[in-house]
């Protein structure tokens, strides 16, 4: 599941728009993470955002059910925003290796390897050029 960053208000450059004297310009924030958990944060309205009949006072995790409201009586059906996460019926594997669909990505693959193994090489050498300089001083 990819993350997912919703502002939503009244204001035309919002991600979601909400028409309504409920709701403030830049109202709240709704944030996914990767691991599917949603996070609600009210951006100060006047009007309050609402879960489950509580005013919200910074942010919070949401759980599937929470009802959200702008203000006392704008509803916002804040699940249909969140894309369902998929569910494996495979016990999990060891994994293997990336199989590349086209020669860019292999291209592309074989010259960041490269380009760290280059990187450690010299890392290394800076290392025995070091410890060769201290056993001449000492």
């Given at each position: 599941?990819n993350?997912?960053?919703?502002?939503?208000?009244?204001?035309a450059?919002?991600?979601?728009?909400v028409?309504?004297?409920?709701v403030?310009?830049?109202?709240?924030?709704?944030?996914?993470?990767?691991?599917?958990?949603?996070?609600?944060?009210?951006?100060?309205?006047?009007?309050?955002?609402?879960?489950?009949?509580r005013?919200?006072?910074?942010?919070?995790?949401?759980?599937?059910?929470?009802?959200?409201?702008?203000?006392?009586?704008?509803?916002?059906?804040?699940?249909?925003?969140?894309?369902?996460?998929?569910?494996?019926?495979?016990?999990?594997?060891?994994?293997?290796?990336?199989?590349?669909?086209?020669?860019?990505?292999?291209?592309?693959?074989?010259?960041?390897?490269?380009?760290?193994?280059?990187?450690?090489v010299?890392?290394?050498?800076?290392?025995?050029l070091?410890v060769?300089?201290?056993?001449?001083?000492?």
């Open positions: 599941m993350k997912i960053h919703l502002r939503i208000g009244s204001a450059d919002n991600q979601v728009v028409k309504s004297i409920d403030a310009p830049y109202h709240l924030e709704l944030f996914c993470d990767t691991d599917g958990n949603v996070f609600i944060t009210d951006l100060g309205s006047e009007q309050g955002t609402y879960i489950n009949n005013r919200l006072n910074g942010f919070q995790l949401l759980k599937k059910g929470d009802r959200v409201h702008f203000g006392q009586n704008e509803a916002f059906s804040w699940e249909r925003f969140i894309p369902k996460l998929e569910v494996k019926t495979k016990p999990i594997a060891p994994q293997e290796p990336k199989i590349y669909e086209n020669k860019k990505q292999q291209s592309s693959a074989k010259r960041s390897t490269s380009s760290s193994n280059k990187q450690l010299f890392i290394y050498a800076l290392i025995v070091m060769i300089l201290l056993s001449l001083y000492l």
